[in-house]
């Protein structure tokens, strides 16, 4: 567990060298020792580091091999985070619309389970994906959805702040500001390059 979450804290800071060293140790540990949870979890960590380092097929073939792992053994939370995985890891590819159809699975399959903070952070990547095929209307629609709940986690909720905020932005919507500052607070406090770079940007 220890060696799957430094994996997955390697991931927030874009080393992709070390999440799939670190996931790789992980995945070898949990065979051994029969961690099913742990091992799985570990496989989507090192499958969403390659999508992001371009080796597409290798990524997709290990998240979608640990989707069908933990589906089989009803680990409905570690399933949720594969479509998470496979919809953020498209989209960093530029594969929008690939991208989108993952994620609209995973929402679909998280609606069947009650599982909310899951599918409320792939609405909030569907709706940077939205945003970035050009579809302004539906992207401020997804966001607005998320920033709406009283219970989102704080990555769900700054993706939602930084789409709706940007989209205000080209539209010359006054209340634009007021988003993007609540983004670029949420990204302070984190110190995470991946809140950072994107509130900066926009």
């Keep these: 567990m220890a060696y799957g979450a430094l994996a997955r804290l390697s991931g927030t800071t874009l080393d992709t060298g070390d999440a799939v060293f670190f996931g790789e140790k992980a995945i070898a540990l949990a065979e051994r020792t029969s961690a099913v949870d742990t091992r799985i979890d570990a496989m989507i960590t090192v499958g969403e580091a390659n999508l992001a380092r371009g080796k597409v097929d290798l990524g997709q073939g290990q998240i979608e091999l640990a989707l069908r792992q933990a589906t ?36 679909d399959f998280c609606l069947n389970r009650d599982l909310d903070l899951p599918r409320l952070h792939m609405v ?44 205000k932005t080209r539209r010359g919507e006054r209340d634009a500001r007021s988003l993007l500052d609540e983004a670029h607070s949420i990204a302070t406090t984190s110190g995470c390059i991946v809140f950072r770079g994107p509130i900066h940007a926009a």
């Design 72 to 107: 089989a053994a009803g680990l409905d939370e570690v399933a949720s985070r594969a479509f998470i995985s496979l919809g953020y890891g498209f989209a960093e590819c530029g594969r929008f619309a690939t991208a989108t159809r993952h994620l609209e699975q995973g929402i």
């Design 124 to 167: 909030a990547l569907l709706a940077r994906c939205q945003m970035s095929l050009g579809n302004w209307d539906d992207a401020l629609r997804l966001a607005g959805s998320v920033l709406n709940p009283r219970e989102v986690a704080p990555s769900s909720r700054f993706v939602a702040l930084v789409v709706a905020g940007s989209v």
